[in-house]
Structure formats: structure tokens, C-alpha cells
């Protein structure tokens, strides 16, 4: 019955605490047992059980008093670790911030705080959140739950046991993959992912999971660690359409303490239950069918168009004619960017700092030799390159009226009357670890990217939702891109499919056991 309660939804959960079929405090406890069970997918850099369990106990004492503080009150949500959280450590899986402690919370984690929602710890991901993999912050990859899961066993031979130290097991996709990892594998209800190019929809595509990317200037950037200050925002990393809007409910708005959310009053939204497809006009880009996209992906992606068509949407073929040039746009000014954005790191303001003593210049640079990794290094290096005096027209002006055909590209196919556009999230399907590291992390993350970076380059919202099976037992993700703004009609549209496809429950066999077994101490009414 744990089991079954973990896998329950954030709506069923919340459900479940208000009528007092399971306590905060057991909630909480039964995650936190479960991130021990887990701890080999390596999802948390870091586990706040002692303040976890506290905010549990209050949480209690408010529904004891009848007054929980909102939905998500007891609710074990995790934050990916480049959002900063006040007394707790915020790495950036970088140890240039080994043992950074930050004096306060990001906006959106202190909205979950306020609702009552209790922080079970901080997520893996990619250094600085610069990658597609997880596979490169400095406390070592995440592993996807999906490696370990009936369903791909069944399918492939079982590659290794959880606890082998070896490297078949599949990666998470990323830069957020601890929080698709620690969603998907039920330790918690909801986590927080940020999304600069795709970081929050890849990793959800790969490990079955909704990501959710809303409209750039809808969420608060505030106490986020930057990457690409233009692109950034915060994501939703949920097991469903109906959590994510949920989550969105309580993040979106104005925050005095970022200038880019805008003004206008953010209206909490509710999902239609009965939806009508002849109302939309779902467009579908020729140019995604893009190289190196996989067949069964593409099968996947025709099959979704096709369940749009026979609904009764108006289903059309449309062209985005830039999207060829968005990886090199993006990846200019990221670099851009991250030049700017790291100069604080120099070991005399903020971070680690080297010992050695020669000069100021050697010191910055033995700091930033010993703290960040090579990734993140190339890009300061790049970013640098693209900005020089003599460079600067070449490479940032031009990637940034590129930006702007991008941009425009999408408005023209709105303006045409398409309400949603239907792609594919990533090209493949999850990969083994073993495979991801032959490659040149740095090529292949770019050119993973190439169905989500143009979303945000443009600031449009974007969700990636499970669809399918693979053949191997692997999800695939398809992604929804809406209007800014428009998030009702995209996860509206976003509801409609999930309903359609019902994805299967990842089945983690034998890992999950343990927790089924103590089932005689639950309720059976749980879900009732
Ligand atoms: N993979 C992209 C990058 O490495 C996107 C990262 C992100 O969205 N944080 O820059």
C-alpha cells in the first residue's frame, strides 16, 4: 500500500492528507525511506531529512487544526540544486559551490514553502545546468529509474543489478535529470527543473514524466542560478498533465524581485474535464522531422498527429524555416551568457578558492581550473571569444537577430491559426551510460537540444509528455508548444493526449517491494 501510495498523484495525495487517510509525517517518512532504497540513482545531491520531517510535523499539526495553508500543504516535493534555499546547500553539482549556503530562498521555492510543502532535498544535475545528460556535475551521474524497471528488462536482457557498479544502466537526460529521476521514481510529487534550452523537458521525455516549461517572464527567476538570463525559467517536473498546472498555480506571477515576470495579475487555472478537439488546430513542423531522429519517435510522433486528426482537430502541416540554425544560435549565446555569468566565481568573491598564491591572475585561474569542469570552462572560453571587440558583430549580434527570425518563425504559424504545435521531444530514446560516454559530451548535447531550444529562445511555454513505449520498454516523450501565455490551451491540449495514450506506470520491481510489504499499516480506504 506505500507503494501505492507513493505512486499516487499530487492530486490524489493532497486528497488523501485532507481527509486524513495518511499523515504529513508519514508521507514524509515513506519518501525519505524510499530516497535510502534508491540512493544508487544518485537523484539527490543532497537530503534535508531533519528539516523535511519537521515541515512534516507542522504540516500535521495545521491539518489536526483543520487549516492546512493551501493544496500542496505535506505535499514531499524536491528542488533541483541551482536553486538557491535558504540554510540549505545549493551546488549547482559544481564544487565551485561545495559548501555554498545560501542566506535565502528562490521565489518559487519560498511559494512551495508557503503552501505548506514539504522540501525533501536538493537534485543532481548537470554542472551549472550546462548539458543534456546529467552525466557531468561533480557528484557523479544520475541514473535513470528506467533501467531498472520491468517493463525494459522484459524487453532487454537485464543489463546489471541496481547496486552493480557498472555502466549499462541508462541516463536521465538532462540538465534536470535528478529531478526526473526522483519524480518518476516516486520518492517525491513534484520537483522543480529549470529550463535554458530544454533541460527540464529532456530528462522528462526520457525518464516518462511530464516537464513543463512555461512562458518566459510567467515564473519567477528569482534565486535561480543563472545560465542564459533570456532563456531561463524555472520547470515543473510532475507524473501528470493535471500536477503540473497545479504546481503552476502556485509558482506562476509577478515577483517584485525579478523584472522579467510581468505585471499582469496570474489567474490560478483549472483544467476543462471534457475536452473538444474540433476547437484546435494542432500544427506539426516539417522541419523537426530532423536528422538523427529516431524511427520509432518519428512512428510515435505521425501516430499522435494522427489520434489530433481523428478527434476532430484541424491537424496541419506547417514550417518553422529557422530551426536548422537554432543549436549554433543557442549555443553562441549561451556562451555569451555564461562568460558573463561566471566571472563572480573567481575565488575571491564567491566559491572555492585555490591556494595557490603566485598572483591574482594565477589564483583565478587555478580556482577556476580546480572548480568548475571542463564544460562549463569551454563555454567561459567560447563566451569570451564570441564577445571580443572584434568578434562581437559576428557572433553575438548576428546569433542575436537569428534569435529573432526564430522568434518570428513562430509567430507566423499562431498568427496562421495553429493553436499548438506537436513535435518530438528528443530524437531518442534514453541511452546507456556506457554508450553516452564515447561521444564528446559537448557535441552530442547540442545536438539533443534541437526540439526544445528554439522554445526558448522564442519564450514559449513547451510541456513534454510520455507517449509511448519503445520497443526496448523505454518512454518517448512527444512535446506541445503553445502561445506565450497560452498555458490553459497547451496543458489543456497536454491533458486531452495523456488521457489518450495512458502511459504505463513505471513497475520498479523488486525496489520498490520493500515498501509494499509494510502495506498492512495503511489504510485501505487510501484511495477511496
Ligand atoms: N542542454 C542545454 C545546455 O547544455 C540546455 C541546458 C538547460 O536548459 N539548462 O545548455
Given at each position: 500500500?506505500?507503494?501505492?501510495?507513493?505512486?499516487?498523484?499530487?492530486?490524489?495525495?493532497?486528497?488523501?492528507?485532507?481527509?486524513?487517510?495518511?499523515?504529513?509525517?508519514?508521507?514524509?517518512?515513506?519518501?525519505?525511506?524510499?530516497?535510502?532504497?534508491?540512493?544508487?540513482?544518485?537523484?539527490?545531491?543532497?537530503?534535508?531529512?531533519?528539516?523535511?520531517?519537521?515541515?512534516?510535523?507542522?504540516?500535521?499539526?495545521?491539518?489536526?487544526?483543520?487549516?492546512?495553508?493551501?493544496?500542496?500543504?505535506?505535499?514531499?516535493?524536491?528542488?533541483?540544486?541551482?536553486?538557491?534555499?535558504?540554510?540549505?546547500?545549493?551546488?549547482?553539482?559544481?564544487?565551485?559551490?561545495?559548501?555554498?549556503?545560501?542566506?535565502?530562498?528562490?521565489?518559487?521555492?519560498?511559494?512551495?514553502?508557503?503552501?505548506?510543502?514539504?522540501?525533501?532535498?536538493?537534485?543532481?544535475?548537470?554542472?551549472?545546468?550546462?548539458?543534456?545528460?546529467?552525466?557531468?556535475?561533480?557528484?557523479?551521474?544520475?541514473?535513470?529509474?528506467?533501467?531498472?524497471?520491468?517493463?525494459?528488462?522484459?524487453?532487454?536482457?537485464?543489463?546489471?543489478?541496481?547496486?552493480?557498479?557498472?555502466?549499462?544502466?541508462?541516463?536521465?537526460?538532462?540538465?534536470?535529470?535528478?529531478?526526473?529521476?526522483?519524480?518518476?521514481?516516486?520518492?517525491?510529487?513534484?520537483?522543480?527543473?529549470?529550463?535554458?534550452?530544454?533541460?527540464?523537458?529532456?530528462?522528462?521525455?526520457?525518464?516518462?514524466?511530464?516537464?513543463?516549461?512555461?512562458?518566459?517572464?510567467?515564473?519567477?527567476?528569482?534565486?535561480?542560478?543563472?545560465?542564459?538570463?533570456?532563456?531561463?525559467?524555472?520547470?515543473?517536473?510532475?507524473?501528470?498533465?493535471?500536477?503540473?498546472?497545479?504546481?503552476?498555480?502556485?509558482?506562476?506571477?509577478?515577483?517584485?524581485?525579478?523584472?522579467?515576470?510581468?505585471?499582469?495579475?496570474?489567474?490560478?487555472?483549472?483544467?476543462?474535464?471534457?475536452?473538444?478537439?474540433?476547437?484546435?488546430?494542432?500544427?506539426?513542423?516539417?522541419?523537426?522531422?530532423?536528422?538523427?531522429?529516431?524511427?520509432?519517435?518519428?512512428?510515435?510522433w505521425s501516430k499522435a498527429a494522427d489520434l489530433f486528426e481523428k478527434a476532430g482537430a484541424k491537424v496541419m502541416e506547417v514550417s518553422l524555416p529557422h530551426t536548422a540554425h537554432s543549436i549554433v544560435c543557442y549555443h553562441?549565446?549561451?556562451?555569451?551568457?555564461?562568460?558573463?555569468?561566471?566571472?563572480?566565481?573567481?575565488?575571491?568573491?564567491?566559491?572555492?578558492?585555490?591556494?595557490?598564491?603566485?598572483?591574482?591572475?594565477?589564483?583565478?585561474?587555478?580556482?577556476?581550473?580546480?572548480?568548475?569542469?571542463?564544460?562549463?570552462?569551454?563555454?567561459?572560453?567560447?563566451?569570451?571569444?564570441?564577445?571580443?571587440?572584434?568578434?562581437?558583430?559576428?557572433?553575438?549580434?548576428?546569433?542575436?537577430?537569428?534569435?529573432?527570425?526564430?522568434?518570428?518563425?513562430?509567430?507566423?504559424?499562431?498568427?496562421?491559426?495553429?493553436?499548438?504545435?506537436?513535435?518530438?521531444?528528443?530524437?531518442?530514446?534514453?541511452?546507456?551510460?556506457?554508450?553516452?560516454?564515447?561521444?564528446?559530451?559537448?557535441?552530442?548535447?547540442?545536438?539533443?537540444?534541437?526540439?526544445?531550444?528554439?522554445?526558448?529562445?522564442?519564450?514559449?511555454?513547451?510541456?513534454?509528455?510520455?507517449?509511448?513505449?519503445?520497443?526496448?520498454?523505454?518512454?518517448?516523450?512527444?512535446?506541445?508548444?503553445?502561445?506565450?501565455?497560452?498555458?490553459?490551451?497547451?496543458?489543456?491540449?497536454?491533458?486531452?493526449?495523456?488521457?489518450?495514450?495512458q502511459f504505463p506506470v513505471l513497475d520498479l520491481e523488486g525496489i520498490m517491494d520493500p515498501l509494499d510489504s509494510?502495506?498492512?499499516?495503511?489504510?485501505?480506504?487510501?484511495?477511496?
Open positions: 500500500m506505500a507503494g501505492k501510495m507513493l505512486r499516487a498523484s499530487l492530486r490524489e495525495i493532497s486528497a488523501a492528507l485532507k481527509k486524513g487517510h495518511v499523515s504529513s509525517t508519514e508521507l514524509c517518512q515513506k519518501c525519505l525511506s524510499l530516497i535510502k532504497t534508491t540512493k544508487f540513482l544518485n537523484a539527490y545531491i543532497t537530503v534535508t531529512e531533519d528539516t523535511a520531517l519537521n515541515q512534516a510535523q507542522a504540516s500535521e499539526e495545521r491539518y489536526r487544526q483543520g487549516q492546512p495553508l493551501g493544496d500542496l500543504d505535506g505535499v514531499p516535493v524536491a528542488v533541483k540544486d541551482n536553486f538557491s534555499t535558504a540554510g540549505i546547500e545549493t551546488t549547482c553539482a559544481s564544487k565551485m559551490l561545495k559548501g555554498y549556503i545560501p542566506p535565502y530562498n528562490a521565489t518559487v521555492v519560498q511559494k512551495l514553502l508557503d503552501q505548506g510543502a514539504v522540501l525533501l532535498g536538493k537534485t543532481n544535475l548537470d554542472e551549472f545546468a550546462m548539458g543534456s545528460g546529467s552525466t557531468d556535475g561533480a557528484f557523479g551521474p544520475v541514473r535513470n529509474p528506467w533501467s531498472y524497471s520491468r517493463q525494459y528488462r522484459e524487453k532487454c536482457a537485464p543489463t546489471s543489478c541496481a547496486q552493480h557498479e557498472d555502466t549499462s544502466w541508462l541516463i536521465t537526460g538532462g540538465s534536470s535529470g535528478g529531478s526526473a529521476a526522483a519524480v518518476s521514481s516516486f520518492t517525491c510529487f513534484a520537483a522543480l527543473g529549470s529550463d535554458s534550452g530544454g533541460s527540464t523537458r529532456n530528462p522528462a521525455s526520457l525518464c516518462g514524466v511530464v516537464g513543463l516549461k512555461p512562458t518566459y517572464g510567467l515564473i519567477s527567476r528569482y534565486g535561480l542560478i543563472p545560465l542564459v538570463n533570456s532563456m531561463d525559467v524555472p520547470g515543473i517536473l510532475t507524473r501528470c498533465v493535471e500536477d503540473a498546472a497545479a504546481v503552476l498555480g502556485v509558482l506562476g506571477g509577478h515577483d517584485p524581485k525579478d523584472s522579467t515576470t510581468v505585471q499582469d495579475p496570474f489567474c490560478q487555472f483549472q483544467l476543462p474535464n471534457v475536452i473538444d478537439m474540433k476547437n484546435f488546430c494542432i500544427g506539426v513542423p516539417k522541419e523537426y522531422n530532423a536528422p538523427g531522429l529516431s524511427s520509432e519517435i518519428l512512428a510515435m553562441v549565446l549561451c556562451a555569451a551568457d555564461v562568460a558573463s555569468n561566471m566571472a563572480r566565481f573567481d575565488g575571491l568573491e564567491y566559491g572555492h578558492c585555490s591556494s595557490a598564491d603566485q598572483s591574482t591572475e594565477a589564483l583565478i585561474a587555478a580556482t577556476r581550473r580546480e572548480g568548475l569542469n571542463d564544460v562549463v570552462r569551454g563555454r567561459i572560453l567560447s563566451g569570451n571569444y564570441f564577445l571580443l571587440k572584434q568578434n562581437y558583430d559576428n557572433y553575438f549580434i548576428k546569433a542575436q537577430k537569428v534569435r529573432r527570425l526564430i522568434a518570428t518563425d513562430f509567430a507566423k504559424v499562431f498568427r496562421s491559426g495553429v493553436d499548438i504545435l506537436l513535435t518530438p521531444t528528443t530524437l531518442n530514446q534514453a541511452m546507456s551510460y556506457q554508450e553516452f560516454i564515447k561521444e564528446d559530451n559537448r557535441t552530442r548535447s547540442a545536438q539533443d537540444d534541437i526540439f526544445t531550444q528554439a522554445a526558448n529562445m522564442a519564450g514559449l511555454p513547451a510541456v513534454s509528455i510520455p507517449a509511448a513505449l519503445s520497443g526496448e520498454g523505454l518512454p518517448i516523450g512527444l512535446q506541445f508548444i503553445g502561445r506565450a501565455f497560452h498555458e490553459l490551451q497547451l496543458l489543456t491540449v497536454a491533458r486531452w493526449f495523456e488521457k489518450q495514450v509494510v502495506s498492512h499499516q495503511e489504510k485501505s480506504a487510501f484511495f477511496s
